[in-house]
């Protein structure tokens, strides 16, 4: 029969019931085995405490079945019983890893000569102890055991609890770790990424100071009795593009939004007398300055002498994006054009220039019945690289389909 000790469980219970759960701890495990109730009885009656759990076994087969149940702080063997002894018990619990450690006093009214006291230290025992017991003794025994295995758990709590600890704070490192490292990447990142922007913009500044220059320089040898005013209006229009530029954070501007930018002082005739036909399309910083001069020129022009400067010309301008670029300007229903006899600034920024900064072939054709002018360029010369990215996606979308 296995049972725990009734008076041992009534007593842990009322010492648990007249203070907080913290002020003492659970009692802990003892296993009793002797094949004789009455000792057993006896046992149970010298360690009576609250703070112990008695568990009976009456047979060595009662015992391992006890000790695959619970875990306990000490075993208290009669040697002489029959089936199976105290020694052999004992030699069977050592085996067993979860209980190889648990300590072992061994009780005995007939096993007294030396040999079998070696006999029962050789089997694991850490006390031996003859019959009858003298109880101080074996309460005082039990109550060292029962400390020991107290501070053994606490310690093993506690390392659990550090080992835990440990765990936590290597994993808040290693995340420290990573976050510090995204961070140094991202901090690297922006720093090439404004390191870049410094330069794209120093050499932009460059470029519109040598675009300004030569404006100047231009305006002055073919207009100089109208520098003022001309150069003024071409200094606008470059920073209408500039505007333009800004707005979008360098990044490309719509053609449609630069065209319509560039005829804002014909904004009653747009869209009636001038029409604007293409897709939408990004240009590039450079393209968008660059035509931007051109659209002014062609429009100055075309309001002093050409479609413009009548209430019934007309202006088309149209654009494709494909594997290159064309652009064109066409004026029609306006005065009988003629070839200019001196070529002025004008035709510098709408041939020259254009060609020179589009990498492009420009035709510019004064017919009669109105001015034309195209461009054909590569798309990798005007288009912003995300909307060149965006035209090459579609032309493959149409050679798969």
């Not at 002797?34 to 006896?42: A, F, G, M, Q, R």
């Not at 040898?221 to 109208?226: Q, T």
């Not at 229009?237 to 360098?250: E, F, G, P, Q, Y």
Request: aromatic share 6%; proline share 4%; charged share 30%.
């Amino acid at each position: 029969m296995l049972t725990g000790n009734g008076r041992a469980g009534e007593g842990g219970a009322k010492a648990f019931a007249r203070g907080p759960a913290s002020s003492r701890p659970p009692p802990i495990n003892i296993l009793i085995v002797d094949d004789e109730p009455k000792n057993l009885t006896v046992l149970e009656a010298i360690l009576d405490n609250p703070e112990y759990r008695l568990v009976r076994a009456e047979s060595g087969e009662q015992a391992l079945l006890a000790l695959l149940f619970d875990d306990f702080a000490l075993l208290i063997l009669d040697i002489r019983m029959p089936e199976m002894t105290g020694f052999e018990l004992a030699r069977m619990a050592r085996e067993r890893k979860r209980t190889a450690n648990v300590p072992i006093i061994f009780l005995t009214a007939y096993y007294n000569e030396d040999q079998h006291v070696l006999e029962g230290y050789d089997a694991g025992a850490v006390d031996y102890l003859l019959k009858p017991v003298n109880p101080a003794v074996l309460r005082a025994e039990v109550a060292v055991f029962a400390e020991l295995y107290r501070k053994q758990r606490s310690i093993e709590e506690m390392n659990r609890v550090l080992q835990a600890e440990v765990i936590s704070r290597r994993r808040t490192e290693d995340r420290l770790r990573e976050l510090n490292n995204t961070l140094e990447q991202r901090i690297a990142e922006r720093t090439d990424r404004v390191r870049h922007l410094l330069k794209e913009m120093d050499h932009r500044s460059k470029n519109i100071f040598s675009l300004v220059q030569a404006i100047a320089r231009q305006t002055a040898v073919a207009s100089p009795g109208e520098f003022a005013t001309k150069f003024s209006e071409r200094i606008h229009t470059l920073a209408a593009s500039h505007d333009l530029v800004v707005k979008s954070r360098w990044k490309g501007i719509e053609i449609s939004d630069l065209i319509r930018v560039q005829l804002g002082h014909f904004v009653d005739l747009l869209d009636s007398r001038i029409e604007l036909d293409g897709p939408p399309v990004r240009l590039s910083v450079k393209a968008a300055q660059t035509l931007g001069m051109v659209v002014h020129e062609l429009a100055t022009n075309a309001a002093k002498y050409g479609a413009l400067s009548n209430d019934s010309g007309r202006v088309e301008i149209g654009w494709r994006a494909n594997d290159a670029f064309t652009i064109g300007w066409t004026e029609r229903d306006g005065p009988h054009v003629e070839a200019p006899r001196r070529h002025g600034f004008g035709s510098t920024v709408v041939k020259t220039m254009a060609e020179s900064n589009l990498d492009g072939e420009v035709d510019l054709d004064f017919a009669p019945t109105g001015l034309r002018w195209r461009v054909v360029c590569p798309s990798s010369k005007v288009l912003e690289k995300s909307a060149l990215h965006i035209q090459e996606q579609d032309m493959e979308g149409r050679l798969d389909g």
